[in-house]
Structures are given as C-alpha cells and as structure tokens.
C-alpha cells in the first residue's frame, strides 16, 4: 500500500487545517502521527475501517480523523491550532490497533504543518 499525504502549510494559532491521506489499496487501521523539530514522533489519532477512532488526549477536542472507504482516504481534522501542533505529520496504515508506531506497516511521505503564534 502506498500512502499520500497532503494539506499541511502555514497557520496562525487558532486556525485551522485539514490534513488527507490516499491510499492506493484497501486499509484497515489508518492513524496519524506527528514529529516536531528535536522530538520523537508521536500518536495523534486512529481510525479502523469501521469507523471506531482514539484521539490521542493533546489533541482531544480539537482534531478529528475521519475516513472515506469509498476513496480510500483518511482525514484529520485539525481546529485551534498552537504552535507546539508544528510538525510533520504522517499517516500510516496497520493490520493491527495500535498506538505504536511501530505497528504500522505503510506510511506516507509526511506534510508539514507550522502554527505561527
């Protein structure tokens, strides 16, 4: 499986972002993770073909992953944006549930999100 990700860019703090992700083949558990300049990469949402999402809780209330079967694509919505929300952010897909990010499989390219204060 092969995934894009698309839609980061520049925002100012409080705005918003809709990330997408197009996978080339059928996925079952798609999730999103972020990684700031000098930090490890870290969990920000899951999705499961059935629709069943886990936020991770620094994001709670203000992103949403959501995912069309039909297209193949996976969304995160990303509302009152801070500055410690800059990062890359990539979308992965998995045959397990997971947090971790190394039980993802397939991952995409990465976009970049930077949230100017």
């Known amino acids: 499986v092969q995934l894009q990700a698309s839609g980061g860019g520049l925002v100012q703090a409080g705005g918003s972002l809709r990330l997408s992700c197009v996978a080339s083949?059928?996925?079952?558990?798609m999730g999103w993770f972020r990684q700031a300049p000098g930090k490890e990469r870290e969990f920000v949402a899951a999705?499961?073909?059935?629709?069943?999402?886990f936020t991770a809780d620094s994001v709670n209330g203000r992103f949403t992953i959501s995912r069309d079967n039909a297209w193949n694509t996976v969304y995160l919505e990303m509302n009152n944006l801070k500055p410690e929300d800059t990062g890359d952010y990539y979308c992965?897909?998995?045959?397990?549930?997971?947090?971790?990010?190394?039980?993802?499989?397939?991952w995409g390219q990465g976009t970049l999100v930077t949230v100017s204060s």
């Open positions: 999705i499961r073909r059935s629709g069943f999402r």
């Open positions: 083949g059928r996925t079952e558990n």
């Open positions: 992965a897909s998995s045959n397990a549930w997971s947090t971790q990010s190394a039980r993802y499989d397939y």
